[in-house]
């Protein structure tokens, strides 16, 4: 078997006294996108940012490609450097234009070239319908044009893996379809993801697997129709019924 | 014109409810309130004058505060002392808003092997921002220029100006992390996430936004120092005030005072007025982002 891209191993993580991640164990292969469900408080956030070392955990290990993401060999920034996120408020640079955000890291991180940074942001851009905006400045554009400048930015230092993080949280109704497409766009080439979503439509469409998060636990893992149709655990079955109730499946 | 073709361009479009007519006036309604604003000013202050005027002393005044001749008298001398005081003001300020910044990036940084330049940072702001203005150019002006140190210059000028840069860099350093700490938690994390390092993150994400919040209230300070500068006076700096003060001790006559006050008014109001008008403008851009 081959090493997952991804794998999370025991992870336990406390914010002050409150337990948060509980013995949490998930690999996610190259090309797999995951998908984490579960209600707010569930630690669904928390695990991604425990991925790229945005919050520090407590006990477990977490491994890329089979190196533990603490190992010295990452250097102060490497790991970053191959893991994306892309944020439930979009956290864009608001002082600097779109083209700016997206060639800030590549240019200043992975020591690319303005010239080439900036093509292969055009590029990027082009591929999202957002190059006309290359020159606006995010109070300029709306929340969804905001969002898919923000995918843009994580992919333009070419990651390993993209966590997204509630990304459609924000939006406006009307606008989440536009970013919804570019993650199954994205999923077509062959990105590794790991997503945490409430749009359970979305993850039954592009998930692989999903994982029902409760108390800092996965308490049911399963391909998204046998999870979604058919769920196995009491707690899921709660979950999602709540979920058709408010009218989101 | 353009809009000409963009209405007649589409003819289809919906006449919708009418955008309410602006009321015509009429020159009464126009022209009376003005008319009563301005009578009714000139007749107060013409009042006040009047009855401040025809005080008993009021030749005394005139002749010991606003004697012509006295002015233009002292103004070559004053005013010569007043581009001490403009000089010492722009160059301080420069000095200011970058050793403020260093400070306040100290005050700001994280993580133990950091510990000393914070320590450094909270003991700095405390000592100069505790200390009254005037101690601090006494003990600068007058105290070093004593030690007579060897390769020092001993200009109580430079020194009294020292001592001005390291109190508003207290203030300004505050000023500067006041606004490092409200550039919301997002961008740090948006920052680190992308592989930035601390510095990096501080540089491009940070400090632009931090700064750009901060430039009303670093303008205050500066029309504050604007000021203070004729505090150099007390220990000798040939500046506008102590300029003045020589020229009543050779006459006797005030008028220098005011002629330095004038000075001062002309260099300050303006400022202030800028200083006012960027502050709108920044809650406007505020407003428009919360919209």
């Known amino acids: 078997m081959s090493t997952p891209r991804v794998a999370i191993d025991d992870l336990t993580k406390y914010y002050g006294q409150t337990l948060v991640l509980d013995e949490v164990f998930l690999d996610v292969d190259e090309h797999e996108v995951v998908c984490l469900i579960g209600a707010s408080g569930s630690g669904k956030s928390t695990l991604l940012r425990c991925i790229n070392q945005l919050v520090p955990f407590d006990h477990g290990q977490i491994r890329l490609d089979g190196v533990a993401i603490d190992d010295p060999s990452f250097g102060k920034t490497g790991l970053r450097q191959r893991i994306g996120i892309v944020f439930q408020a979009y956290n864009l640079f608001p002082h600097m234009h779109v083209l700016d955000n997206v060639t800030l890291a590549p240019r200043k991180v992975h020591g690319v070239g303005k010239r080439d940074a900036e093509a292969r942001a055009h590029e990027l851009l082009g591929l999202l319908d957002m190059d006309g905006f290359a020159l606006k400045y995010p109070e300029q554009l709306s929340g969804g044009q905001q969002q898919r400048v923000a995918i843009v930015r994580a992919l333009a230092t070419n990651p390993d893996v993209l966590l997204l993080d509630e990304v459609t949280a924000a939006l406006d109704p009307e606008l989440i379809g536009g970013v919804l497409d570019v993650i199954r766009d994205l999923k077509s080439q062959g990105m590794t993801m790991m997503i945490v979503t409430h749009e359970m439509g979305f993850a039954r469409d592009v998930a692989d697997r999903v994982c029902f998060l409760e108390e800092g636990r996965i308490l049911e893992e399963a391909p998204p129709e046998q999870l979604l149709s058919d769920p196995q655990h009491p707690s899921t079955r709660r979950f999602l019924q709540r979920i058709i109730e408010a009218g989101r499946l | ?291």
Do not use: C
Not at chain 2, 25 to 39: D, G, H, Q
């Open chain 2, 1 to 291: 014109m353009s809009s000409e073709r963009a209405a007649s361009a589409e003819p289809a479009r919906r006449a919708g409810p009418r955008p309410p007519v602006k009321a015509t006036l009429t020159p009464r309604e126009r022209y009376l309130p003005l008319a009563i604003s301005v009578v009714s000013t000139v007749v107060v202050f013409g009042v006040a004058w009047r009855v401040i005027t025809s005080a008993e002393n009021w030749d005394l005044i005139q002749r010991q505060f606003f004697d012509l001749e006295a002015m233009r008298a002292s103004l070559p001398q004053v005013f010569s002392g007043f581009l001490v005081n403009m000089t010492v003001w722009v160059v301080s300020l420069v000095v200011i808003a970058v050793l403020g910044i260093v400070i306040a990036i100290f005050r700001s940084l994280t993580g133990p092997w950091a510990a000393p330049l914070r320590v450094f940072a909270v003991v700095y702001i405390d000592l100069l921002r505790g200390t009254p203005s005037i101690l601090l150019v006494l003990l600068f002006g007058l105290g070093v220029p004593a030690l007579q140190l060897p390769g020092l210059t001993s200009s109580r000028l430079f020194w009294g100006s020292v001592a001005l840069v390291l109190g508003y860099t207290a203030y300004t350093s505050e000023v500067y992390r006041s606004g490092i700490e409200a550039v919301p938690d997002g961008q740090r994390a948006a920052a680190k996430a992308l592989g930035l390092t601390q510095w990096q993150t501080l540089r491009y994400s940070i400090l632009p936004q931090a700064v750009r919040n901060v430039i009303p209230a670093l303008l205050n300070l500066a029309v504050a120092l604007q000021k203070d500068v004729a505090l150099l006076s007390v220990i000798g700096a040939r500046e506008a005030v102590r300029e003045a003060q020589i020229f009543t001790a050779r006459t006797f006559n005030f008028s220098s005072y005011i002629v330095a006050t004038v000075l001062f008014l002309l260099a300050t109001i303006p400022m202030a007025r800028l200083t006012d008008w960027v502050t709108r403008r920044d809650q406007e851009r505020r407003l428009q982002r919360t919209l």
